[in-house]
């Protein structure tokens, strides 16, 4: 009877560990297109989606091989929309990046950064935009996105902005679509 207690008591302590980070989304605009990076946890995509294991291999600090690309590039159009006065924007993966981040409650981690661009329907004036994003929650449906607004004024002693942050939501089978309003 302890030992059963003792293997309970064990177990309820793993059900208080610590989730990963969650994804960040870090938007700026120049004249002619909005760009912006989407950085998640390594571990948490390759529990998504286990065929990208080999992500693992990849050194920091460096990319990954363009087969590797072009598989994100497929899961992110699957996973993250833009829309602009209920217009769909394109959205192109330009690049993406391993490397290693530290969080004080879980340590060491890797964590993949992509970079996108999108072309705005009205550059001069992109926002508000509509971010459809499933992106790891649609497995993981405790994980969170927070969206900054990044300002490229040089002398701004905070450079992002929080705009949103939000969970796992489903309304009518799709997800959760959020307004993104320039702060």
Avoid: C
Wanted: aromatic share 10%.
């Amino acid at each position: 009877m302890l030992l059963t207690f003792f293997l309970m008591a064990g177990s309820i302590g793993s059900a208080f560990a610590h989730a990963l980070p969650g994804s960040v989304l870090v938007f700026s605009e120049n004249e002619d297109y909005l760009s912006f990076t989407i950085t998640f946890s390594l571990e948490d995509l390759i529990i998504v989606e286990p065929k990208f294991e080999s992500l693992a291999n990849v050194e920091s600090g460096t990319s990954p091989s363009k087969k590797a690309l072009t598989a994100l590039r497929h899961y992110i159009e699957a996973h993250v929309a833009l829309s602009q006065t209920s217009r769909p924007l394109p959205i192109r993966l330009i690049n993406a990046t391993l490397t290693e981040a530290n969080n004080e409650h879980v340590g060491t981690y890797s964590q993949i950064e992509l970079q996108l661009v999108s072309t705005p329907i009205k550059p001069t004036r992109t926002f508000p935009l509509s971010l459809k994003y499933d992106a790891l929650m649609h497995e993981i449906r405790s994980h969170r996105v927070t969206v900054y607004w990044q300002n490229d004024d040089v002398d701004d002693i905070e450079p992002l902005t929080g705009v949103v942050d939000f969970g796992y939501r489903m309304v009518d089978g799709n997800p959760q679509t959020y307004e993104i309003a320039h702060p």
